[in-house]
């Protein structure tokens, strides 16, 4: 079983950062792919970000040049770095981790951007 939090969310004005966490926990093996999605009132969850465990990372069209995800293996934690955020960003960002065939989610994140 793996568990996941996430940690960072909060309420921001346009223009300002965030950064969000999220650590795993349990069976994680060493190749996985860990990542951000994140969803807004009345519309489907989005794909944000992913980085592999060997550090290769691929992003959104919408999130590209702003967003910087990270990850440090030693503490199987997942980090995004959010940077001159928008009112659109604002969502609930979920943490997912794939290993093996199988993907784990974490509870949520509420992010707030003011305009």
């Known amino acids: 079983q793996v568990l996941l939090e996430e940690s960072g969310g909060g309420l921001v004005q346009a223009g300002g950062s965030l950064r969000l966490s999220c650590a795993a926990s349990g069976s994680i093996f060493s190749l996985n792919r860990m990542g951000w999605y994140r969803q807004a009132p009345g519309k489907q969850r989005e794909w944000v970000a992913h980085?592999?465990?060997?550090?290769?990372?691929n992003y959104a069209d919408s999130v590209k040049g702003r967003f910087t995800i990270s990850r440090d293996n030693a503490k199987n934690t997942v980090y995004l770095q959010m940077n001159s955020l928008k009112p659109e960003d604002t969502a609930v960002y979920y943490c997912n981790l794939g290993q093996r065939s199988y993907i784990y989610w974490g509870q949520g994140t509420q992010v707030t951007v003011s305009s």
């Open positions: 980085i592999t465990s060997g550090g290769d990372t």
